[in-house]
């Protein structure tokens, strides 16, 4: 693990990573180019080229932003969902506050309690039931979705971490406007690389994700390999579902994913067991570890990318669904991060597209989401034609 750890250089407001600090020479000024969309805030992929850091290879800040595009307005219907199968009765709340008993074995999804505590004993809920009950998309996860997109910054989660946490333990989420009636909607944990603090530096994947319905809590702190992060997340999430005096009141699904990038990833990977059965879909951005089995599993990397080989690993000990994508030259520095966005390289764009379908897909049984890795790689998935990928390797799609 110590191996894929990095040292990281501060651009402005934006944090991008190095490979190594005599690569990375000093930044100078420069902001990144961080437009809002009219509807979505999506982050504007314009911006006037910012200042170049010292020897090595140059940092590319981004200047002013402009305005993004609007959202997609689509309409559709909403579909409810059906009786869950048998579950065991779910986690209990804890040190933290009160958690909703889960269902009776036989009734339904059970939900899970708020305690970092407590143990998971949750029905896992079988993706591909059917098709999405939130509002369809075009099926480009490239661009926005069909939600306005709102953020809440700044959320303590202290009382939800162990005690003696390091700080910042405060996250920011995005979440989709309007919430759907009868559609819960699912919720992913995010954890950002070594040295990477505030959510802005990925912002771009979350936005994204939560204009397609995903409600998205990520983590201002950069040391989160652990996975306590993420589960504070989630149990936080969770709570508020259950709290009558909160927007997200019965607005939220218990099928919930984890994501990040470098340790980020490590600790989204780790998450998965803390979290348990409703841990149903990861996405891996360049990072490593043992995904919990049951555990929809993506990785995304590139062949110049330092943590390529971890992220090989990860998807080789993962399963029964998992799916690998390495981009013919993208590296951890810029590919994976807003400083690649900016530039709109099309590895940057890829993986975010990816991110989004993929929560879409194993959270929310959208079908054309599905479609985009089902068949198997690297020859009969539906982005196996795409151009750019070096690898696309796949097992029980």
């Known amino acids: 693990m110590r191996r894929h750890l990095k040292l990281w250089l501060a651009l402005g407001s934006v944090v991008v990573p190095c490979a190594a600090a005599a690569a990375c020479g000093n930044a100078t000024t420069g902001t990144p180019g961080f437009g809002q969309s009219t509807q979505n805030n999506l982050p504007s992929a314009s911006g006037t080229s910012g200042a170049t850091g010292g020897s090595g290879n140059p940092a590319q800040g981004g200047g002013?932003?402009?305005?993004?595009?609007?959202?997609?307005?689509?309409?559709?219907?909403?579909?409810?969902?059906?009786?869950?199968?048998?579950?065991?009765?779910?986690?209990?709340?804890?040190?933290?506050?009160?958690?909703?008993?889960?269902?009776?074995?036989?009734?339904?999804d059970a939900s899970v309690g708020n305690s970092p505590q407590a143990d998971s004993g949750t029905t896992m809920v079988t993706p591909h039931m059917g098709n999405t009950c939130l509002k369809p998309a075009t099926g480009d996860y490239s661009q926005a979705g069909p939600y306005t997109v709102m953020q809440q910054a700044n959320v303590d989660?202290?009382?939800?971490?162990?005690?003696?946490?390091?700080?910042?333990?405060?996250?920011?989420?995005?979440?989709?406007?309007?919430?759907?009636?009868?559609?819960?909607?699912?919720v992913v944990a995010w954890g950002?690389?070594?040295t990477v603090t505030g959510s802005q530096t990925y912002a771009f994947y979350n936005?994204?994700?939560?204009?397609?319905?995903?409600?998205?809590?990520?983590?201002?702190?950069?040391?989160?390999?652990?996975?306590?992060y993420h589960k504070a997340a989630i149990d936080y999430m969770m709570a508020q579902n259950a709290d009558s005096t909160s927007m997200f009141y019965q607005k939220l699904s218990t099928r919930v994913g984890t994501s990040g990038h470098s340790q980020g990833g490590i600790g989204a990977t780790a998450a998965?067991?803390?979290?348990?059965?409703?841990?149903?879909?990861?996405?891996?951005?360049?990072?490593?570890?043992?995904?919990?089995?049951?555990?929809?599993?993506?990785?995304?990397?590139?062949t110049a990318d330092m943590a390529e080989q971890g992220c090989t690993s990860t998807f080789s000990a993962a399963g029964p669904q998992a799916f690998l994508a390495d981009w013919d030259g993208g590296d951890h520095v810029t590919t994976e991060t807003i400083a690649g966005y900016i530039q709109m390289q099309p590895?940057?764009?890829?993986?975010?597209?990816?991110?989004?379908?993929?929560?879409?897909?194993?959270?929310?049984d959208d079908?054309?989401?599905c479609k985009m890795f089902e068949g198997g790689a690297p020859n009969n998935c539906g982005i196996c034609q795409d151009p750019g990928w070096a690898i696309l390797k796949s097992t029980g799609l």
């Not at 570890?289 to 049951?294: A, E, S």
């Not at 940057?348 to 990816?354: K, T």
Request: aromatic fraction near 8%; include cysteine.
């Open 64 to 108: 002013s932003g402009v305005s993004g595009s609007t959202s997609n307005s689509s309409g559709g219907m909403t579909q409810g969902q059906g009786s869950g199968g048998s579950g065991g009765s779910s986690s209990g709340g804890g040190a933290h506050g009160t958690g909703d008993a889960g269902a009776p074995k036989g009734s339904g």
């Open 157 to 186: 989660l202290a009382t939800y971490l162990p005690s003696g946490t390091a700080t910042p333990t405060t996250y920011t989420i995005f979440y989709p406007q309007p919430f759907e009636t009868n559609c819960p909607h699912p």
């Open 192 to 194: 950002n690389g070594t």
């Open 207 to 228: 936005q994204n994700a939560a204009s397609y319905g995903i409600v998205v809590i990520a983590s201002d702190n950069s040391n989160v390999g652990s996975g306590q």
């Open 272 to 302: 998965t067991t803390l979290i348990g059965p409703n841990c149903q879909a990861e996405v891996c951005v360049a990072g490593a570890g043992q995904p919990q089995k049951g555990t929809a599993f993506i990785c995304l990397t590139g």
């Open 347 to 364: 590895g940057s764009i890829q993986m975010m597209r990816l991110y989004a379908a993929w929560f879409r897909c194993f959270l929310a």
């Open 367 to 369: 079908q054309v989401a």
